[in-house]
């Protein structure tokens, strides 16, 4: 997916942090969370905390570190798209590589719900009804207080929030100061609108898009990535607008009560690290098979390890091993997101 988007081959960094981020990701909710919520926390998983996610103070087993990853690559990616095509081409763009991905997610997690399985959604016992599958097919279901059939609902939702705000002020991208500052004021003040409406309790909705604008930051700072990396803006401008994204993640957990504890803003300072690490040193790992492999179906892999994955450990619940059911369920979210990335290259 990350080939079909941008070429890679001139920022191989993007491939490493790609594959970094859905294996973070693939860790976090098949080997951390899962085992966690049925009480089996394995040896090894017990040792990594204590000894890595304890004292750097990356919490959520590396998930929400992961998410971030994959965020900064998508603002990226996105970004470098949108201002090579025209709106029309980006969003035939968008339609034939994103868009059947997200609503085959969707569709087999309503199926797995219907029939008794258990993929990744939230609350772990969704309520269906013809309303929370359309919210979770246009991929707001955390706006309209429907239940996630993704599990990780506020990162797409943030993602699609980019896209229409890339749309927005698609012409001012000739102008990146401009555009930049634009888009960091607009995602300050969503967020600062949601905190209000949380402490006045004025609205369920603008609390959900605050605390959804909470990941645009990363998002915006994968743009700046690229920015900076045509040339199209310069060191200090740049690490200028780097840093005033990540205060905007500080105040988002400062803002919003449900976030205490997660450490959110250390995790991206983290990703972001690993963004200005990976960009101009990606070129010796980036050909690796297994990392080229994860890079270009990271977003079919994102989905099936939530979707079919964390179903398929489920299902092995009380009779398989755990040291075998968690290989089991990477390679059956691997097979499935193998079959989707061929399908949609045939597609596209």
């Known amino acids: 997916m990350v080939d079909q988007m941008v070429r890679t081959r001139s920022v191989p960094g993007l491939t490493v942090l790609a594959a970094a981020g859905v294996f973070l990701v693939g860790y976090s909710y098949l080997f951390g969370l899962w085992p966690s919520r049925y009480a089996e926390s394995p040896d090894l998983l017990v040792v990594i905390r204590a000894w890595v996610n304890q004292p750097t103070g990356i919490g959520e087993d590396f998930g929400f570190l992961g998410v971030a990853v994959l965020l900064l690559v998508a603002g990226y990616v996105v970004s470098e798209a949108a201002a090579r095509l025209s ?140 920015m900076f990396q045509t040339s199209a803006l310069n060191a200090r401008f740049g690490v200028g607008f780097g840093f005033a994204g990540l205060v905007l993640l500080v105040v988002h957990d400062r803002l919003f009560p449900e976030l205490d504890g997660w450490w959110h803003p250390l995790s991206g300072a983290y990703a972001v690290l690993l963004l200005l690490i990976a960009l101009p040193r990606g070129a010796s790992v980036a050909g690796v098979a297994p990392v080229r492999w994860l890079a270009s179906r990271a977003l079919p892999l994102f989905f099936s390890i939530l979707v079919v994955g964390y179903a398929v450990l489920g299902l092995q619940r009380g009779w398989m091993p755990l040291v075998l059911a968690i290989p089991i369920a990477f390679a059956v979210a691997g097979l499935c997101a193998e079959g989707v990335h061929r399908a949609v290259g045939r597609l596209s």
């Not at 087999?108 to 599958?133: D, I, K, N």
């Not at 996630?148 to 990146?176: E, K, M, N």
């Not at 409406?197 to 605050?210: I, K, Q, V």
């Open 87 to 226: 709106s029309r081409q980006l969003l035939m763009l968008l339609v034939r590589t994103v868009l059947p991905v997200v609503v085959g997610a969707v569709l087999v997690s309503t199926l797995l719900v219907l029939v008794g399985a258990t993929p990744l959604t939230e609350p772990a016992e969704p309520s269906l009804s013809f309303w929370a599958v359309l919210a979770n097919l246009l991929l707001v279901p955390r706006l309209f207080g429907q239940p996630s059939l993704l599990g990780l609902d506020a990162p797409v939702t943030a993602a699609l929030l980019f896209v229409l705000l890339l749309f927005a002020i698609r012409p001012l991208l000739r102008y990146p100061v401009i555009a930049a500052v634009v888009q960091l004021e607009v995602v300050g003040g969503v967020i600062l609108l949601g905190g209000w409406a949380n402490e006045a309790d004025a609205s369920s909705f603008l609390h959900a898009l605050g605390l959804i604008a909470g990941y645009l930051p990363l998002l915006l700072i994968g743009q700046l990535a690229w």
